[in-house]
């Protein structure tokens, strides 16, 4: 719930409706009591992902990380991918020709990212 909220924040939050939170007869305790105590844990679950998901935000680590992750995307070749101005052909034929590595790509450093989130999941 966390990285859903965290990515909520970042695109600014809901426009328009919100969590469906409702209690579903999913196993076989029907008893309000029971029901009770799941709205409960929901709840608690969403207010603390709410509250890490803004530290998050406010710290900026991760979207530093991913920024650095996708930069060339905006650069020459990433940004003529992203234009549509260049074919999957037209990029097989820079593989071939040796003009584009496509072996030794850089690591998107996911392990540590998640290694982050887990800190502020249980700090």
Do not use: C
Not at 24 to 50: E, N
Not at 101 to 121: H, P
């Amino acid at each position: 719930m966390t990285l859903i909220i965290y990515r909520l924040l970042l695109n600014g939050g809901f426009q328009s409706g919100g969590f469906n939170f409702d209690t579903k007869v999913r196993r076989q305790s029907i008893d309000p009591v029971d029901m009770f105590y799941g709205h409960i844990g929901g709840i608690d679950v969403l207010a603390k992902s709410l509250m890490i998901a803004q530290n998050m935000v406010n710290e900026s680590l991760i979207k530093g990380l991913v920024d650095d992750r996708y930069s060339k995307w905006s650069q020459n070749l990433g940004s003529s991918i992203m234009r549509s101005e260049m074919s999957l052909s037209e990029l097989s034929v820079l593989v071939e020709s040796g003009q584009l590595d496509a072996v030794n790509v850089e690591s998107g450093k996911q392990e540590r990212m998640e290694n982050i989130v887990t800190k502020y999941v249980h700090n």
